[in-house]
């Protein structure tokens, strides 16, 4: 086991550029949306599908993936996607229509499903000792979140001198960096931290049919109306409930709900679902407000949100010295209820001017900085190693659902409460009254939310303790 960061460079440096091109693939396309609109003659429909088919296959197909990497090898099913990626990005040349470039985004979300949980379990067996684990991630995390915050103005400049297509090109070299840290750094899966349990066809397809409904819900609140919103709920909760069942009697699961139960993870999974639903939550009603309500133009409200922005990427070099001190447990609990104190701040204090939302961005993004590194620690923590990646995917998995969850809350609250359209230009004093009261009702009701699962998770923890094998020790 390598025994400081710097000598595992090369598996660290194919780890980051994987992460990488999942955060910079999520924003950097968006500033190029009405090009290829234009480019393409697509519609509103086909162009917001050109963002959804991403991700909602990358969500929907994590969990699957992961699964199937703790049986026949994290490393094996990383280099794989790693290469569907770099042949997806290239076969963007080809594209001539909005349904083609569909289908390559869709590839893309596969390849990213394919090899997001791996980069977090590789970096989790790459180290035995958890202090440097959460370095390795806090590292990677980094690198990640400069390209999500990166990735808009490496756009537009790339736009202004070539077409749309070399933002997805730009994943192939991405790759190839990625497959050399991997192949070169990373040793062969060793056999005795995989199993062999036959593959849970069943509880693959209940389990991608419920993730893939509750991240389709969201986009139908806003764009289709709380009735299909609602209908896509109610078919992720019954297909949820038919995914536990089958778990629950599988002779082989896809994912042993026992496992689940350990404190350390179902309390990280809480930590992250909470984290996930609080970010989405505010950055969609920061936005909206900053320039909806206010007024405020794009570029403007770009700067408005730069306070989250330095807080993510140059709160890295805090990470490690508060989890040192915390410990691990600690530091997910009091980060997680950062995140809630935040969300909280936002929906009490935000129509008191700007000073009061740029300190709820502030206080979320300093408690994601935390928790998004030590809940996905714990989670692993508390698996076997023959888990870990299952461990890694319900992780990320955690984020999106939750993620979506916090958009479609503040859609339908905004939906119930302001007449009209939103995005008119001039709104009546009503309207701008209106627009306030959901922005703070939908603020309050994710800070209970969020507040519920964080209060939980602290229960959970206190009152079950860890457990054979839960590793409760600071780092």
């Known amino acids: 086991m390598p025994t400081t960061l710097r000598s595992s460079w090369i598996a660290l440096t194919g780890l980051s550029a994987v992460f990488l091109f999942e955060m910079l693939d999520n924003s950097i396309l968006n500033v190029a949306l009405p090009t290829i609109g234009r480019d393409l003659s697509a519609s509103t429909t086909a162009l917001q599908w050109v963002t959804s088919a991403y991700a909602v296959v990358f969500g929907g197909l994590m969990l699957a993936f992961g699964a199937l990497a703790d049986r026949f090898g994290r490393r094996r099913v990383m280099l794989t996607g790693l290469t569907l990626l770099g042949l997806a990005s290239l076969a963007t040349l080809f594209v001539t229509t909005a349904g083609q470039l569909i289908a390559v985004r869709a590839v893309m979300g596969v390849a990213a499903a394919m090899t997001t949980p791996g980069s977090v379990a590789l970096a989790f067996r790459l180290f035995d000792d958890d202090g440097l684990r959460v370095r390795?991630?806090?590292?990677?995390?980094?690198?990640?979140?400069?390209?999500?915050?990166?990735?808009?103005?490496?756009?537009?400049?790339?736009?202004?001198?070539?077409?749309?297509?070399?933002?997805?090109?730009?994943?192939?070299?991405?790759?190839?960096?990625?497959?050399?840290?991997?192949?070169?750094?990373?040793?062969?899966?060793?056999?005795?931290?995989?199993?062999?349990?036959?593959?849970?066809?069943?509880?693959?397809a209940l389990g991608t049919a419920t993730i893939v409904l509750a991240l389709?819900?969201?986009?139908?609140?806003?764009?289709?109306?709380a009735r299909a919103g609602w209908a896509a709920t109610v078919a992720a909760v019954a297909a949820a409930a038919l995914f536990v069942l089958r778990e629950r009697t599988a002779r082989h699961p896809l994912l042993d709900l026992e496992l689940v139960a350990r404190p350390l993870v179902s309390s990280?999974?809480?930590?992250?679902?909470?984290?996930g639903l609080a970010t989405a939550g505010l950055g969609y009603m920061v936005t909206l407000q900053l320039q909806l309500d206010w007024g405020w133009s794009p570029a403007l409200a770009a700067v408005g949100m730069l306070p989250q922005v330095v807080v993510l990427i140059g709160g890295a070099v805090f990470v490690d010295p508060f989890v040192r001190w915390a410990g691990l447990e600690r530091a997910a609990w009091i980060s997680a209820a950062t995140v809630v104190?935040?969300?909280?701040?936002?929906?009490?204090?935000?129509?008191?001017?700007?000073?009061?939302?740029?300190?709820?961005?502030?206080?979320?993004?300093?408690?994601?900085?935390?928790?998004?590194?030590?809940?996905?620690?714990?989670?692993?923590?508390?698996?076997?190693?023959?888990?870990?990646?299952?461990?890694?995917?319900?992780?990320?998995?955690?984020?999106?659902?939750?993620?979506?969850?916090?958009?479609?809350?503040?859609?339908?609250?905004?939906?119930?409460?302001?007449?009209?359209?939103?995005?008119?230009?001039?709104?009546?004093?009503?309207?701008?009254?209106?627009?306030?009261?959901?922005?703070?009702?939908?603020?309050?009701?994710?800070?209970?939310?969020?507040?519920?699962?964080?209060?939980?998770?602290?229960?959970?923890?206190?009152?079950?303790?860890?457990?054979?094998?839960?590793?409760?020790?600071?780092?």
Do not use: C
Request: without cysteine; aromatic residues 6%.
């Open 136 to 204: 390795a991630m806090t590292l990677i995390s980094t690198v990640g979140l400069v390209g999500l915050a990166a990735g808009p103005t490496l756009g537009g400049l790339v736009l202004a001198v070539a077409p749309w297509q070399a933002l997805l090109l730009a994943n192939a070299p991405i790759a190839v960096l990625a497959i050399a840290g991997v192949r070169v750094g990373i040793a062969a899966d060793d056999p005795g931290e995989l199993h062999r349990d036959p593959v849970d066809v069943a509880g693959a």
């Open 216 to 225: 389709v819900a969201p986009t139908l609140f806003v764009g289709e109306g």
């Open 268 to 275: 990280g999974l809480a930590y992250k679902a909470a984290a």
């Open 341 to 475: 104190l935040g969300l909280g701040v936002y929906g009490l204090l935000n129509s008191f001017g700007y000073v009061w939302v740029a300190v709820a961005l502030v206080l979320v993004a300093a408690g994601m900085r935390v928790v998004g590194v030590v809940a996905g620690v714990n989670v692993m923590r508390g698996l076997p190693a023959h888990r870990t990646t299952t461990g890694a995917a319900l992780v990320d998995t955690a984020t999106q659902v939750t993620s979506g969850a916090g958009v479609a809350v503040t859609g339908t609250v905004l939906a119930a409460l302001f007449t009209g359209t939103i995005a008119t230009s001039h709104w009546s004093p009503r309207q701008t009254a209106q627009f306030e009261t959901a922005v703070t009702a939908a603020g309050l009701t994710l800070t209970a939310v969020a507040a519920a699962l964080v209060g939980w998770a602290v229960l959970r923890m206190r009152f079950t303790g860890s457990g054979p094998g839960q590793g409760q020790e600071a780092i």
